[in-house]
């Protein structure tokens, strides 16, 4: 928005109304990108805070925290009167987002029964899209609301985080946070509960099982820097740095920008960002729906064609008609749209969801909340890396920028076809003995590998 530019960034501002300005580079602002990325970069120091938390005091508690660390954030935004009260205030939306994204994808994963843990657990994304889009359109439609349309936009946030705290405080612990803090009657009662049946011994004994062995683990942390824990933690740490490098979050953030930047006029722009939104929201239905039908693997392959595809054909068109002034014409304009469209579609329903979902269910619960934190806080640390450098990297790499991403594409896709097992119907507690001990690569960790379980625990029959 012109009016927020000219508050914050006025270089970017007047740089924007350069008629024969690079069209690569009238973006390129460090105070700019680091608007965007701060918020990222704090969220990855909160992670590690966030996974102490989940442990300690549950998973309840830290989306309490996580939703006031919202509220706080949507306050110094929405009234910013200098850029650094509006980069605190990413900060603190920042800290919201480290909890956050640390505790409801394992609260979803221990919640589910196992049939329906991946769609359950893709519900999270989903959520996620649909407030892309309403953000979008929340955008669009105050765009035109001068001076202040900005900042109503930024403070409607404090809607949804209000809902959050409102949410946080009528919904129950998960069964597994409560055994794991030895709150094992209440575990129980809260297990029957959610499954709406009173024979759940089979389910029951498993987490007092995995609770006690995840008790003798002192030092979580450390567990996982063992051979054992290696493959979790490479699958968990690779899939967020892939997530990044497909390109999406450069795509998502600066859509307008992108838009702009081939031809699009600032409403048409923030139009085409509205349209990608709403295909983010539909194709992620699809990953509920497939998830536990065709599998993680499935998905992940498809959608690493489909997305190879639509970067570089994009990569090609900028590259030889998009100059470095002037504009694509009308039909290429559009078609750059639609091959957006279909890129974001192919993320939606595999590399996006996905990147969330099997990080919170590979790893058993000793090292669930440490795991995970590494999984968070590598997804943050490439978030900030690709929002802090992509309008640098557009008008130094031009049109290469999309052969870039691509190219990591390729190697993501190699990855999850030789090194990425299926997950599909496998109880979290069972996924060391049905997962990684069969796989073809992962199973060598497990040679020389002796069981850190009490010798003097009785194996529940169903898990052996």
């Known amino acids: 928005m012109d009016d927020f530019l000219k508050e914050f960034f006025p270089i970017v501002y007047r740089r924007k109304q350069h008629a024969h300005e690079n069209n690569y580079c009238k973006y390129d602002d460090q105070s700019l990108q680091l608007f965007t990325s701060s918020l990222y970069i704090a969220a990855l120091i909160a992670s590690f805070v966030a996974s102490r938390a989940c442990t300690r005091f549950g998973r309840k508690p830290t989306i309490q925290i996580a939703s006031i660390f919202f509220i706080l954030g949507v306050i110094l935004t929405a009234c910013a009167v200098n850029l ?86 009528i919904i129950c612990e998960t069964p597994t946070s409560l055994i794991e803090r030895q709150k094992v009657e209440e575990g129980r009662k809260i297990l029957k509960k959610i499954r709406g049946v009173d024979n759940i011994d089979n389910e029951f004994d498993s987490i007092v099982y995995a609770s006690e062995m995840a008790r003798q683990v002192k030092n979580p942390f450390r567990k996982l820097m063992k051979k054992s824990s290696r493959p979790q933690l490479v699958i968990a740490i690779w899939l967020q740095v892939f997530q990044q490098f497909t390109g999406i979050n450069a795509i998502m953030f600066y859509a307008p920008v992108l838009f702009q930047t081939v031809g699009f006029g600032s409403d048409a722009a923030l139009l085409s960002a509205v349209i990608t939104g709403l295909v983010n929201v539909f194709s992620t239905l699809v990953s509920v729906y497939a998830v536990d039908k065709a599998g993680r693997r499935v998905l992940l392959l498809e959608a690493a064609v489909q997305m190879f595809i639509t970067q570089s054909i994009i990569g090609v068109i900028l590259a030889l008609d998009l100059k470095v002034t002037g504009s694509l014409s009308r039909v290429e304009a559009s078609i750059v749209v639609v091959l957006v469209c279909v890129y974001v579609m192919g993320f939606a329903w595999s590399w996006g969801p996905l990147g969330w979902l099997i990080p919170s269910e ?98 529940p029959p169903h898990m052996t």
């Not at 407030?131 to 929340?138: H, K, P, R, S, T």
């Not at 003995?433 to 194996?459: A, L, S």
């Open 84 to 169: 650094v009260m509006l980069i605190f205030g990413r900060i603190f939306l920042g800290f919201g987002v480290g909890f956050a994204n640390q505790a409801v994808p394992l609260f979803l994963s221990e919640l589910a029964p196992a049939k329906i843990r991946g769609a359950l657990n893709i519900m999270f994304q989903l959520f996620i899209t649909i407030g892309i889009f309403i953000a979008n359109m929340v955008n669009y439609f105050t765009a035109n609301l001068h001076p202040y349309g900005w900042r109503i936009s930024l403070g409607i946030a404090g809607w949804p985080a209000a809902l959050l705290l409102f949410g946080s405080l």
């Open 362 to 459: 590979i790893f058993p619960l000793e090292t669930r909340t440490a795991g995970f934190a590494f999984a968070v806080s590598t997804n943050m640390l490439f978030t900030f890396i690709i929002a802090q450098a992509f309008l640098s990297m557009l008008c130094h790499m031009q049109a290469g920028i999309f052969f870039f991403f691509a190219a990591w594409i390729v190697i993501m896709g190699v990855f999850a076809f030789f090194l990425l097992p299926e997950t599909k119907g496998v109880p979290v507690d069972s996924m060391v003995d049905r997962v990684w001990k069969r796989h073809w690569f992962w199973k060598r960790f497990y040679d020389d590998y002796i069981d850190e379980k009490n010798t003097n625990m009785t194996i």
